[in-house]
């Protein structure tokens, strides 16, 4: 079932992870986001985007710990943890966030 | 995202047999894998043409090479003992989660094609022709087992069930109808190294992330070092220790023995995995493929012993089939054995009092021990009967103050899975995960509730994420689930260096 997205359609998989990670823009986190009960704030845009410039540096989604650090140091300390993060994004910061910053879903024993 | 509502079972003080409900979860089967990921093993790509034939074909090959599938398929009377004994049969109510009934769905299409009575007298011994109704069949409930060996405890006649599901598993396989969650995960490990998919620079980068974190708490120069030639122990570990909470927790712990123990190691980026999903699916050759790349990452970085990280299945594998699937390992230490646990390890370091600790700073905690079911029913630890469950106990109880079992049929070699075993810690079975989870929630309950347990610790990769979700499903905190060599790195005494 692909998504409609400003008037075109993206392919997605099963789950609903973007096939084609050249498919995303904005909207598409917006769209995922909105369909899982979610209104993005500034909040979920600073992990989106950090996700996807990680993402382009190294071909994979940080672990999360890597991912708390990075909150943490940008963000201050009681921010820098997985409580945090299963706030804003409550089926989690490796899966749901993943989907909406158009990465594909993490696999293996996670 | 939402996963699909379905009935929440209620968490009671005992486990209770619940009254069948035929086909309860037959709607249940996880996504089938894509051509691309079927092809990277050597299956076709889709359900072949001939496919009734193959599958028969396949069986017949199976059954000559493993001698127990026929005994198995032979030997069940039917007596009834295994049919309360699954996790998943106690959490959904279907009478094809009974193992009994599982079994049932392979043997009757055996009776049918490979026995006298079944090709002559079908009706009178239970035997059906291979339908595609029957395939799907075998699809739905082949991949609500998760191969934990449970039931085998109970039967009298020692049937395996999970052998019987890895059969199906790899029939199903051989005609194109294969599940997507195991078979693109084992295609990354053939890739890259590991389940994550994790590539080099981004492992290193985050083994850097780890020496700073551990610098910061510790203010000791933890090392966690990567492809370094010459240490003497190469660790491998489940790509999760990599990635994500509580596992993560464990791998600074056994950095953290090393290093106070003095012993040169390394992980590779070659072998970044200890999971061999090669077993969930029964394929002989693909669990050979994965264990080889350990092979050539010991050979290559000239270490001296092979030490795997808290992984159940991956100990299985290790512990039972490493030598004949990648031996022989005539070129490692042999004072050391191969492979070695990494509670081995710390079990035998804290034995020589190498190791020790100020258990006060896991006075927070008040622990139970959840036995991994590849660990406790299918392995064993330091060469002491009953090892594989001693030694795991012994070090919380070396490195922590409060310590209570859980009840003894849920525990040891009775333990119940996770639920998330097996190749099925996938969001497509997340109705099964949860239900599957169910006995060993109601067990932590008691001693939640008896003893004021507030965490559990386990060695498994799979158990720690099933966990993560299980918790928080029926009502208990998410973070509650550890990794043992978390308890390790707590209470670690580090400022001693010499042997």
Redesign the interface.
């Given at each position: 079932m692909p998504i409609e997205v400003n008037g075109k359609s993206l392919e997605v998989d099963?789950?609903?992870y973007l096939s084609n990670l050249n498919d995303w823009e904005k909207d598409v986190a917006e769209i995922m986001a909105k369909?899982?009960g979610i209104d993005l704030g500034e909040d979920h845009w600073e992990i989106i985007n950090f996700l996807r410039e990680y993402y382009e540096e190294?071909?994979?989604a940080?672990?999360?710990?890597?991912l708390t650090?990075a909150v943490g140091k940008k963000l201050g300390k009681d921010k820098g943890n997985?409580k945090y993060l299963?706030e804003l994004f409550p089926?989690g910061p490796?899966?749901?966030a993943c989907?909406f910053a158009g990465l594909p879903k993490?696999?293996?024993?996670? | 995202?939402?996963v699909k509502e379905f009935e929440k079972p209620e968490l009671k003080e005992f486990t209770e047999v619940p009254k069948l409900e035929n086909e309860a979860t037959s709607h249940l089967a996880p996504?089938k894998s894509k051509e691309e990921f079927q092809s990277t093993l050597g299956y076709p790509g889709e359900l072949v043409d001939n496919w009734e034939d193959a599958a028969l074909d396949k069986m017949g090959d199976l059954l000559k090479k493993y001698r127990s599938l026929r005994v198995y398929l032979d030997s069940c009377i039917q007596c009834g003992a295994c049919t309360d004994k699954c996790h998943y049969y106690l959490g959904t109510k279907d009478p094809s989660n009974m193992p009994v009934g599982r079994q049932n769905l392979l043997r009757s299409v055996y009776r049918r094609y490979f026995t006298l009575p079944g090709k002559y007298f079908p009706k009178l011994v239970g035997a059906i022709d291979l339908t595609k109704e029957v395939l799907d069949e075998w699809y739905s409930y082949y991949h609500q087992c998760s191969q934990c060996r449970r039931c085998a405890v109970f039967c009298p006649m020692g049937i395996d069930t999970a052998e019987i599901s890895m059969a199906a598993r790899e029939i199903m396989d051989s005609i194109g109808v294969g599940q997507?969650?195991c078979n693109?995960?084992i295609g990354?490990v053939h890739k890259i190294g590991?389940?994550?998919?994790?590539?080099e620079?981004?492992l290193a980068?985050?083994l850097e992330?780890?020496e700073e974190?551990v610098v910061d708490e510790t203010e000791i120069d933890v090392k966690y070092p990567l492809d370094q030639k010459d240490s003497d122990v190469l660790l491998v570990t489940?790509?999760?220790d990599?990635?994500?909470?509580p596992?993560?927790d464990g791998l600074i712990g056994y950095g953290k023995v090393f290093h106070q123990a003095g012993i040169s190691w390394t992980l590779s980026s070659h072998a970044s995995e200890a999971?061999n999903f090669g077993m969930f699916i029964g394929s002989y050759a693909n669990m050979r493929k994965l264990a080889l790349r350990i092979r050539e990452a010991a050979l290559d970085l000239n270490v001296k012993r092979i030490v795997f990280g808290e992984?159940g299945h991956a100990w299985r594998v290790a512990y039972s089939f490493l030598n004949t699937l990648a031996g022989p390992f005539d070129f490692l230490d042999p004072k050391y054995p191969v492979p070695q646990h990494i509670c081995e390890v710390t079990y035998d370091l804290i034995q020589k009092k190498v190791l020790e600790f100020d258990k006060s700073a896991n006075d927070d905690m008040v622990i139970t021990y959840h036995d991994s079911c590849n660990v406790a029913r299918a392995s064993n630890m330091g060469d002491i009967i009953g090892g594989q469950f001693s030694i795991p106990r012994d070090i919380i109880k070396a490195t922590s103050n409060h310590f209570y079992d859980m009840e003894e049929s849920t525990i040891k070699e009775k333990t119940f899975c996770c639920g998330g075993g097996g190749g099925l810690?996938t969001?497509?079975l997340m109705e099964l995960r949860m239900k599957g989870a169910l006995p060993r929630m109601e067990a932590l309950k008691r001693v939640v509730d008896d003893y004021g347990v507030t965490h559990m610790a386990a060695i498994c990769?799979?158990c720690?994420?099933q966990f993560s979700k299980a918790l928080g499903y029926y009502g208990f905190e998410?973070?509650r689930i550890i990794s043992l060599h978390q308890l390790v790195g707590n209470a670690l005494i580090m400022n001693k260096k010499e042997l």
């Open positions: 099963e789950e609903g369909e899982d190294y071909q994979i940080p672990a999360v710990r890597v650090k997985s299963y089926y490796g899966k749901q989907k993490p696999t293996g024993c996670v | 995202m939402a996504f997507k969650y693109e995960i990354k590991n389940n994550l998919g994790l590539p620079p981004a980068d985050t992330g780890l974190d489940p790509s999760a990599f990635f994500a909470e596992h993560v999971a992984c810690l969001d497509d990769a799979i720690k994420s998410m973070d």
